[in-house]
């Protein structure tokens, strides 16, 4: 019998401070890179707000959804999560975006307990890699809120089964690749405030 759980994370991008781009000017947004299993990440770019805009906020969420067995999920938690603070030029003949700060963050460090939500702001680290003393680094400010679901899924152990029996997407399966379907089935819904 193999256990099965389901985890729904909701990452609230809300604002951000400290930022100091005196002769840039363009979109700042905030990418975000999840932890998806098997060294896979999931990325999640929010809006652009302009770099000159008194007041930098976003007020924007993302909901994602992640179902697995429980060691799957064990190791997703054990991942880090990537911030990054970018700006893309206004110019339109150049294309990309621009570092400005950055941040990694252990998933346990922002998820906190589950079915509560978290408030928090991110440090980060400037592009130029470092703070001098009279600045303060720039921080974004994100709340989080994780809710995990667990339940008992039983299995046959056969080597061959049909195609709806291990409901994997793989048709003729033997399973023995059902793990990557199962581990990391997600929906990323954008929901702009």
């Not at 005196?22 to 929010?46: I, T």
């Not at 963050?105 to 890699?129: A, H, L, Q, R, Y």
């Not at 690749?177 to 929901?191: G, K, Q």
Request: net charge positive; charged share 25%.
């Amino acid at each position: 019998m193999d256990h099965s759980c389901s985890l729904s994370f909701e990452l609230k991008i809300i604002r951000a401070r400290n930022i100091n781009l005196k002769k840039s000017s363009g979109h700042l947004f905030v990418r975000c890179y999840l932890p998806a299993g098997g060294n896979n990440r999931v990325r999640l770019d929010s809006q652009h707000i302009p770099s000159k805009s008194d007041s930098i906020t976003w007020d924007q969420t993302f909901s994602l959804d992640c179902s697995g067995t429980q060691d799957s999920i064990k190791c997703l938690k054990q991942g880090t999560v990537l911030f990054e603070l970018r700006l893309r030029r206004s110019t339109p003949f150049i294309n990309g975006s621009k570092l400005v700060a950055r941040a990694e963050v252990s998933w346990n460090d922002i998820m906190g307990s589950t079915n509560v939500e978290i408030d928090k702001w991110i440090v980060m680290i400037p592009e130029k890699g470092r703070v001098y003393d009279d600045v303060k680094p720039p921080a974004v400010q994100i709340a989080v809120r994780v809710q995990e679901f667990g339940e008992v899924v039983e299995r046959k152990k056969s080597s061959v089964r049909r195609w709806d029996e291990c409901g994997c997407m793989d048709d003729g399966c033997k399973c023995n690749s059902c793990v990557d379907y199962e581990f990391f089935a997600i929906a990323a819904v954008l929901e702009a405030f």
